[in-house]
């Protein structure tokens, strides 16, 4: 197995990305029983989602680590940031058994000299090394890939629903990713929360664009119900719709 493997999950808002980030470590995790399997979590969505949605806490995010040192360089225009923040990043990780989280928090206000998306950058060019997998939790639509902060990944998991605008979506993330040569060595198009009969549908639909649906994942009633009663994704039992074909795509990227 290879170290270092960097799988983003993108594609407009309310598509399901964050459900899909959670169960898919759930599922890569089960699928390496045995094995000696780390996983790094990021969330880079500002409304972070992702701890709930794994049943976690947090106390503190890179955000609130980047505002300290804003603070701090007022004070002393010296101050090293970068070297500074990776000596407080690792602080912030919070820790289970074979997975680690890091949320990045809310993206950066104007005039800031430390911009979210190089803290970003900074974490994939070297946490990422430390870890078998590390699975992003992408903020929604373009920005994280226009500003190059998903720019060398292994696997993009482009998460389209039944709207048009989730397939207009898609196809700018692929023409950014060509447009900024980014090294994004495959990307797969997901279609999320499709209602029993609409398979066929969506997937002649996203062809006329010219694009290929690579897997679907069912509507799954349970989301929702786990959702409104603050349940975490993560606890969908094996045999759920969604978990099902999160499965097959953990076993296609692995």
Known sequence: MRKGKII????????????????????ILKLAAGQDVCILAVDADADSNLPEALGMSYNKTAGDIRESL????????????RSQFEGKIAAIIEEEEQYDLLVMGRPEGPGCYCPVNHIIRMIIDTLTKNYDYTIIDCEAGLE??????????DVMLVVLDTTLKSIKTALRLRRIAE??????????????????GMEAM???EAKKYGLTIEEIIPFDPLIPEYDFKGVPIVDLPDDAPSVIGIRRIARAIM
């Open 144 to 153: 994280h890939l226009s500003r190059r902060t998903t720019r060398d990944v």
């Open 179 to 196: 447009e900024i040569d980014a090294d994004v060595k495959q990307m797969m198009n997901i279609a999320n929360k499709i209602p029993e």
């Open 8 to 27: 983003a999950v993108a594609g407009k808002g309310g598509t399901g990305k964050t459900a899909i980030s959670a169960r898919l470590i759930t599922e």
């Open 70 to 81: 804003l603070e701090d360089k007022h004070r002393d225009v010296t101050l090293d940031v």
């Open 202 to 204: 969506i997937i002649e």
